[in-house]
T-cell receptor, first 113, second 113 residues
Framework: KAGVTQTPRYLIKTRGQQVTLSCSPISGHRSVSWYQQTPGQGLQFLFEYFSETQRNKGNFPGRFSGRQFSNSRSEMNVSTLELGDSALYLCASRLTSAPYEQYFGPGTRLTVT | DQQVKQNSPSLSVQEGRISILNCDYT??????FLWYKKYPAEGPTFLIS?????DKNEDGRFTVFLNKSAKHLSLHIVPSQPGDSAVYFC????????????FGTGTKLQVIP
């Protein structure tokens, strides 16, 4: 079974631009979560989608948004990029609500210059 | 507000010795705890977990200990191997709702051959 895939793997953007990241979950998984990883902050939870509905949200500004499609694929959008948005963005999918069943993709490395 | 804390950003251990990674949490609603391992350029992978009704869980070379009164957990790796060199994330969840997983800041373990 294919794992969680994320595209693109690397991205360089300029401050003020916007960016869209994509995540394809493991087949059959309807839950997709997004995390931001930065040095010293660990993995910060952004949001979780289940069956196209956002059911959990972290403490990030409204510039960070997401959506999920009927095939469970998810996108994350960041508008008006800031230098501090440079991070590894990780997507995880799971079949049930069990926390130990979360499978992560390799991440998208975003650099904002 | 960092609800899950890993106060040691890095740890170096000789091959064959014990590695002890520590984690503290502040939210008393957390009742399920996990450890994830992350290699560079890969997403985190689930390693071991423990429910709050237990104080110890073993899986091969890995043992997790939970001290609920101190809100502290630790991961023991015995014996440590060079392939264990990675970043280890402590995480916690509560059984209510959709079980959002809260991660710590990570500890980079280096096992020296």
């Amino acid at each position: 079974k294919a794992g969680v895939t994320q595209t693109p793997r690397y991205l360089i953007k300029t401050r003020g631009q916007q960016v869209t990241l994509s995540c394809s979950p493991i087949s059959g998984h309807r839950s997709v979560s997004w995390y931001q990883q930065t040095p010293g902050q660990g993995l910060q939870f952004l949001f979780e989608y289940f069956s196209e509905t956002q059911r959990n949200k972290g403490n990030f500004p409204g510039r960070f948004s997401g959506r999920q499609f009927s095939n469970s694929r998810s996108e994350m959008n960041v508008s008006t990029l800031e230098l501090g948005d440079s991070a590894l963005y990780l997507c995880a999918s799971r079949l049930t609500s069990a926390p130990y069943e979360q499978y992560f993709g390799p991440g998208t490395r975003l650099t904002v210059t | 507000d960092q609800q899950v804390k890993q106060n040691s950003p890095s740890l170096s251990v000789q091959e064959g010795r014990i590695s002890i990674l520590n984690c503290d949490y502040t939210n008393s609603m957390f009742d399920y705890f996990l450890w994830y391992k992350k290699y560079p350029a890969e997403g985190p992978t689930f390693l071991i977990s423990i429910s709050s009704i237990k104080d110890k869980n073993e899986d091969g070379r890995f043992t997790v200990f939970l001290n609920k009164s101190a809100k502290h957990l630790s991961l023991h790796i015995v014996p440590s191997q060079p392939g264990d060199s990675a970043v280890y994330f402590c995480a916690a969840s509560d059984s209510g709702g959709y079980q959002k997983v809260t991660f710590g800041t990570g500890t980079k373990l280096q096992v020296i051959p």
